[in-house]
């Protein structure tokens, strides 16, 4: 057995905290840890730091310093913007489009308004994982109040066609959310640009502190609060505010927006590799997600005749990180939602590896997985009666 050794490949789930984030973070734990909402001049400070804060997500999106509002992370985020433009537009209609690969913020939000009496279109996608521009065009009613679609997804990595689906929004005088949670940080978003109405993301995905997000609300959007107290964030979201996670979110996007194309061609290199060596080395595999517009560090493969959990567990003894598709649902034992809905039966779909890149990973730790994951997949076909029955069908 090879020598073990530390192999992160799940950044999709979370990154670690980059350490001038940390060291942009530390004053407002210990010297700095006014309240923002008081007048004395010690609480100055840390209310300059949140807006400068604000001002950075701002600039990473091309948007207003006013329509930057802190979170406590992508889901809240999420949740705030469909329930509070639902509630908000109810006189104007009931009625949300969605697609069926969304993260389960949004899925979950959705299923919890269809039982307080709003109807949801759940979009089919293509077997890249991409929507169908005409199916969503066809679905928009003169009920529509809302359409969330996300900018790429967690688990496959598609990227979707952002700027046409808010075109499509804009044109039909629609909102447009989107969950661009995986996407900030990796993709140049411009929400003037692609038409965006709102936009959720997370500190967490960005190399920044887990626990803290923020939503983009275009002025003008009638939208109502999520959370009701004082009078923090103009007043839109209430409770004191986590100072230091705010401060290292800004810092985190200042740093992941500097030069994203720069950080992406690494990315991609080592992402080619390591799918390639999959690709050579293992037969029986498929590629997941579509194959150019996807995020520049995600891999999502089946192997058939295996099943997921198992070549997780075997990989761990190794030291390699890595996983079967959202860390939110890594408890259940169903197949991904989002596998399913590209066409994958239940038996390939059970046997899905996500891999996902990141900052600090290298040539050799690619190297060291294309060593370890052939063998661990041949070891466990060897186990499975549907292999074997597989073989006896070729002989």
């Known amino acids: ?72 992370g992508g889901s809240e985020a999420d949740n705030w913007a469909i329930k509070g433009v639902a509630l908000a537009n109810r006189e104007k209609g009931n009625h949300i489009i969605t697609t069926k690969i969304e993260h389960h913020a949004v899925l979950h939000t959705c299923e919890y308004l269809e039982k307080r009496g709003f109807e949801v279109t759940y979009l089919d996608v293509d077997e890249n994982g991409v929507v169908d521009l005409e199916q969503l065009k066809n679905a928009i009613t003169d009920k529509t109040i809302l359409i969330s679609i996300m900018f790429a997804n967690n688990e496959i990595g598609t990227i979707q066609p952002i700027a046409e689906i808010g075109k499509i929004a804009r044109e039909r005088g629609v909102l447009f959310h989107t969950d661009a949670v995986q996407a900030v940080g990796h993709i140049k978003i411009d929400v003037k640009e692609m038409n965006i109405d709102l936009l959720s993301l997370a500190a967490h995905k960005f190399y920044g502190p887990k626990g803290v997000g923020a939503l983009y609300i275009r002025k003008g959007v009638k939208i109502d609060n999520l959370i009701h107290g ?61 194959p150019v517009h996807r995020l520049p560090g995600n891999i999502n493969v089946s192997f058939r005749f295996i099943e997921g959990e198992s070549l997780l567990l075997l990989l761990d003894q190794f030291g390699i990180a890595a996983s079967t598709g959202s860390a939110c649902s890594s408890g259940s034992l169903d197949p991904s939602h989002v596998l399913l809905a590209i066409g994958l039966p239940h038996e390939i779909a059970h046997g899905s590896l996500r891999l996902s890149l990141g900052d600090k990973n290298t040539e050799e730790d690619v190297d060291y997985v294309l060593s370890v994951l052939p063998n661990i997949v041949q070891r466990l076909r060897d186990m499975s009666p549907l292999y074997e029955d597989f073989l006896k069908g070729e002989k």
């Open 230 to 290: 004082g009078g923090q964030e103009r007043r839109r979201r209430a409770g004191t505010e986590n100072l230091p996670g705010i401060v290292g979110l800004g810092k985190a996007i200042e740093l992941a927006t500097q030069d994203i194309e720069g950080h992406n061609a690494k990315l991609i290199t080592l992402r080619d590799r390591l799918l390639n060596g999959i690709m050579d080395k293992i037969p029986h595999t498929k590629l997941n997600g579509h």
């Open 1 to 72: 057995m090879e020598e073990k050794r530390l192999v992160y490949m799940d950044h999709a789930a979370t990154t670690y905290v980059k350490p001038e984030v940390l060291e942009a973070m530390l004053p407002y734990f210990t010297e700095n840890f006014g309240n923002p909402s008081s007048i004395y001049t010690f609480a100055r400070k840390s209310k300059r730091a949140i807006e400068d804060a604000r001002d950075k997500v701002a600039k990473a999106l091309n948007a207003n310093t006013d329509e930057i509002f802190f979170t406590g």
